[in-house]
Structure formats: structure tokens, C-alpha cells
């Protein structure tokens, strides 16, 4: 699941776009595009998302590199 998908769904919990919109100070129209798949959000925009609900990235399992200086793909 991707970071974006995680937001819609906490959003969609949250209850309405207006009800996000009002209480994390984002803008309604960003959010509406948002959430029909018109646009991504910025990082800055996802970053702000993250920290009102309460969301953090985990970190990364360390991969080594390849022999040649490459990482492998998941």
C-alpha cells in the first residue's frame, strides 16, 4: 500500500473532505483533487497529512548492495 494510499483511507475514516479541510488547516479544493485521483500531493502537503493523523514511515530494512554497486529491487 502506498503512502498516497494510506492518506486517502485515513481520510475517508476521518469522515468528510470539509471536516479535514477545516480541522488540519489544508486546503478543501488540494484535498477534493486529492482524492479523485485529479492530482498528487506535494510533499510538503503529505508531511502536514501525516503528522494531523497521527502517521509516521517506518524505517527501511538495510539492503545491501549488489556486487557492482547496484540495490537490488524489491
Not at 498516497?4 to 489544508?26: F, K, N, P, W
Not at 488540494?30 to 502537503?45: I, P
Request: proline content about 4%; overall charge positive.
Amino acid at each position: 500500500m502506498t503512502i498516497s494510499d494510506q492518506l486517502r483511507e485515513a481520510i475517508e475514516r476521518y469522515g468528510t473532505l470539509y471536516a479535514v479541510a477545516r480541522d488540519s488547516g489544508m486546503s478543501y479544493a488540494v484535498l477534493r483533487r486529492f482524492m479523485a485521483g485529479e492530482r498528487d500531493v506535494y510533499l510538503g502537503t503529505a508531511d502536514k497529512l501525516c503528522e494531523f493523523f497521527g502517521m509516521h514511515l517506518t524505517k527501511p530494512k538495510v539492503r545491501k548492495p549488489k556486487p557492482n554497486g547496484r540495490r537490488t529491487k524489491k
